[in-house]
């Protein structure tokens, strides 16, 4: 490793795309407390993961090892008899290479212990699977799962908003991907709606102009840990200029001044920042009198 003495930063380097285990080996001083990064990182392999295991004591945990890329179906399959495996099987029930015809298929394996908030997660469960199930008393379907699965649209919720059987999770809902603030805004007065307004806030559709043009009535959920969070994942917010500019501009800009100005523990105990001073940011360019206005509410 080139520069040895240099001041890096062992948790990023850990998540670096471009390591690799003779690399975590050779600085394991400095890598051990990073552990969790490596174990999923692309580039260690379960050949790597498997052959470590074999020889040496280190500190794996295979919550972290369930969801590396590497770690397919047949990996798994393959090693259920190991003792020294201790497989998550939430990360393993999520997993991508593990399709509903896998989980039929070892529905009653006692070796597979499927995690139905994972299985309900998975983004090769469709609607249709769901639906088709609904019934089956061997599917414990878990419906905080199935409401944030990325299959889902509005038409399966709102065709099945009154259907007994599905237990529907606002919170989840209230942020998926396939929920736009104009199917949330439309919406808003109708009460079979249990819309949660920290959650919205939090839905990646949800951009700065949407949430200026709409303060009134999202104010009372403009938490610092919910917009800051937001990684506003529309097309255009996906782009190479929208990173560049805004994104970079709202995640480095919100976090690097008001977590140091005014998230001060002096300030904010709670440590959130008020809705006052979120929408104050310069980024946001509300009017004095919108501004006036907010603190007068």
Not at 228 to 239: L, T, V
Not at 251 to 261: A, H, P
Request: hydrophobic share 35%.
């Amino acid at each position: 490793m080139e520069f040895p003495n240099k001041k890096w930063d062992w948790t990023t380097m850990s998540k670096n795309p471009n390591i690799t285990w003779e690399l975590v080996e050779t600085n394991l001083d400095n890598f051990q407390y990073h552990l969790s990064d490596i174990q999923k990182n692309p580039n260690i392999t379960w050949e790597t993961i498997e052959a470590m295991n074999a020889t040496k004591n280190y500190r794996w945990d295979w919550y972290y090892i369930s969801t590396n890329p590497n770690v397919t179906w047949g990996v798994v399959e393959a090693n259920l008899d190991n003792s020294k495996y201790h497989w998550n099987w939430y990360c393993i029930s999520l997993k991508p290479s593990v399709t509903w015809d896998i989980i039929m298929y070892n529905l009653d394996n006692p070796k597979c212990h499927w995690n139905w908030w994972g299985v309900s997660s998975n983004p090769n469960i469709t609607w249709e699977i769901i639906e088709a199930n609904l019934d089956n008393s061997k599917c414990h379907g878990d419906w905080n799962g199935i409401s944030v699965n990325p299959n889902l649209t509005w038409d399966n919720i709102k065709n099945n908003l009154d259907n007994p059987k599905c237990r529907w999770n606002w919170y989840g809902i209230s942020m998926h991907k396939n929920i736009t603030w104009e199917v949330i805004k439309t919406n808003l007065k109708n009460p079979k709606y249990d819309w949660k307004w920290s959650n919205i806030v939090s839905n990646p559709n949800m951009t700065p102009k949407i949430i200026k043009d709409n303060i009134n009535e999202l104010k009372h959920a403009l938490y610092f840990h919910n917009v800051s969070g937001n990684e506003m994942d529309q097309p255009f917010y996906k782009s190479k200029i929208y990173k560049k500019s805004l994104t970079k501009n709202i995640t480095n800009v919100i976090f690097d001044e008001l977590v140091q100005i005014t998230c001060h523990p002096i300030r904010h105990p709670t440590n959130y920042i008020s809705i006052h001073e979120i929408v104050d940011h310069p980024h946001l360019n509300l009017t004095k009198r919108e501004i006036q206005e907010l603190y007068e509410m």
